[in-house]
């Protein structure tokens, strides 16, 4: 009686964190370079226990789902997206903190730096991009090989790495990673969409379906619980008569 209660407050449990995760690919569904996030079910420590029922720890584990987006074409000559394997590199000036990323929607700042919409700098492969004063109002372009030029001279290179293990880079924010125990390699020929943007992979469709799902699990395991609790108590009042 008392496993099917733990059973049942286990699912509950899982179905909540299933909800969340949903819900938070559901908020990034118009967020460029988005991936979405999935959980992987884990089983430990198969055992039975006093009554010889089958008994195991369940874990979820999270990770990222890499598939390609939609390419969209934007027209800026800033923005820019990865075919393919590769992120981009950013950081943040204030902490010096690198982050990656498929998001390439680019800007330039007053000061001539290459910056992300939420203000990180764009890496290149000689750290930062910064365009000199007389190369800001020249016209910009990107190519497919990462090259970034002003009019016909080229200024910089973007630095695109990957991972052995991508899907194992730690969410950070959006579409924004860390990689806390992996070093970044070299992507030799890139191969990018200059004026595209890559949406995200979430299929929201797909996914209220699955969160529909993961609610009907949850009523039906609060409703285990709620029998069972009437159960034990009607057991408990039968037991005070005797």
Do not use: C
Not at 37 to 60: G, I
Not at 65 to 79: I, K, M, Y
Not at 96 to 109: E, I, M, P, S, V
Request: glycine share 8%.
């Amino acid at each position: 009686m008392l496993l099917r209660l733990q059973n049942a407050a286990a699912s509950m449990t899982e179905a909540i964190r299933q909800q969340e995760r949903l819900a938070n690919n559901l908020a990034n569904v118009n967020t460029a370079g988005y991936k979405q996030e999935r959980f992987f079910v884990e089983a430990l420590n198969e055992r039975l226990d006093a009554e010889r029922s089958p008994r195991s720890d369940r874990r979820l584990t999270q990770w990222n789902d890499l598939t390609q987006g939609a390419l969209e074409h934007t027209g800026n000559p800033l923005d820019v997206a990865i075919e393919g394997d590769g992120f981009f590199v950013v950081t943040d000036a204030t902490t010096g903190a690198t982050f990656y990323t498929r998001a390439g929607q680019f800007r330039l700042d007053g000061e001539g730096y290459l910056r992300t919409i939420d203000g990180l700098l764009v890496e290149g492969e000689d750290g930062p991009i910064q365009l000199l004063p007389h190369e800001r109002n020249r016209t910009l372009s990107i190519s497919q090989d990462g090259v970034l030029h002003a009019d016909e001279r080229e200024v910089a290179r973007l630095r695109i790495v990957r991972f052995a293990r991508p899907e194992a880079l730690q969410r950070v924010e959006g579409a924004r990673f860390a990689a806390t125990d992996q070093e970044p390699l070299p992507v030799e020929t890139p191969h990018l969409r200059p004026g595209f943007l890559e949406s995200s992979n979430v299929n929201p469709v797909l996914a209220m379906t699955e969160m529909i799902e993961h609610f009907h699990r949850f009523e039906t395991q609060q409703k285990i619980i709620q029998t069972t609790d009437q159960l034990l108590g009607q057991i408990t009042r039968d037991l005070g008569k005797f």
